[in-house]
């Protein structure tokens, strides 16, 4: 008999302790949650930036090739060391890109890999011994590797590739980042 009014004696005084700290739990959990949530979306925008970075690493590249095709003499030699350089930004953001968003690893290495090959071309010591005009690039298989990046990059974002069109893409979010829809 001496049990029950002990035990009643410890209900009621951890009772309320347990009332009192029940709404700071869950407030303490809702708020991990938020958190979580949050880091979430700001490593999701972190590597939507990376990749931009590099579609505009790769199209601003594209532009300073097409800017040295006219140039000759001490100007091809400055355009020249501007697409090295430009060709080795490319290959480390490519490398940001490939460790952040591993489902675009190989497309990006393409594309920088395609980039080093232009600036080879480009930067040629025999064209800049001779001070001549360089022969004009081919973009052909450039601008295919962008546009692969692309799609991987929206793809691995969690955008799908939507046909609108015999020759448009539009692209509509999924539900789940990394998936198709449907």
Same mark, same amino acid.
């Given at each position: 008999?001496?049990?029950?009014?002990?035990?009643?004696?410890? +209900?009621?005084? +951890?009772?309320?302790?347990? =009332?009192?700290?029940?709404?700071?739990?869950?407030?303490?959990?809702?708020?991990?949650?938020?958190?979580?949530?949050? *880091?979430?979306?700001?490593?999701?925008?972190?590597?939507?930036?990376?990749? !931009?970075?590099?579609?505009? /690493?790769? *199209? &601003?590249?594209? !532009?300073?090739?097409?800017?040295?095709?006219?140039?000759?003499?001490?100007?091809?030699?400055?355009?020249? /060391?501007?697409?090295?350089?430009?060709?080795?930004?490319?290959?480390?953001? =490519?490398?940001?890109?490939?460790?952040?968003?591993?489902?675009?690893?190989?497309?990006?290495?393409?594309?920088?890999?395609?980039? /080093?090959?232009?600036?080879?071309?480009?930067?040629?010591?025999? &064209?800049?011994?001779?001070?001549?005009?360089?022969?004009?690039?081919?973009?052909?298989?450039?601008? /295919?590797?962008?546009?692969?990046?692309?799609?991987?990059?929206?793809?691995?974002?969690?955008?799908?590739?939507?046909?609108?069109?015999?020759?448009?893409?539009?692209?509509?979010?999924?539900?789940?980042?990394?998936?198709?829809?449907?």
């Amino acid at each position: 008999m001496a049990d029950i009014p002990l035990t009643a004696y410890i +209900v009621g005084t +951890v009772s309320p302790v347990v =009332a009192g700290a029940l709404p700071l739990f869950v407030g303490w959990f809702r708020e991990t949650g938020r958190d979580k949530r949050a *880091r979430a979306e700001r490593l999701e925008q972190e590597k939507a930036g990376q990749c !931009v970075d590099l579609l505009g /690493r790769a *199209r &601003n590249y594209r !532009v300073l090739l097409e800017d040295a095709e006219d140039s000759r003499g001490d100007e091809l030699i400055a355009y020249c /060391r501007q697409i090295r350089q430009a060709a080795a930004d490319i290959t480390g953001q =490519a490398d940001k890109v490939e460790i952040m968003v591993p489902l675009t690893g190989d497309t990006a290495s393409m594309l920088a890999a395609e980039a /080093r090959t232009l600036s080879a071309a480009m930067a040629s010591k025999a &064209n800049r011994a001779r001070s001549e005009t360089l022969i004009p690039p081919d973009f052909t298989r450039f601008d /295919r590797r962008l546009d692969e990046f692309k799609a991987a990059s929206q793809f691995a974002l969690g955008h799908r590739p939507a046909i609108a069109g015999a020759t448009a893409i539009a692209v509509e979010p999924s539900p789940v980042p990394g998936q198709l829809s449907g």
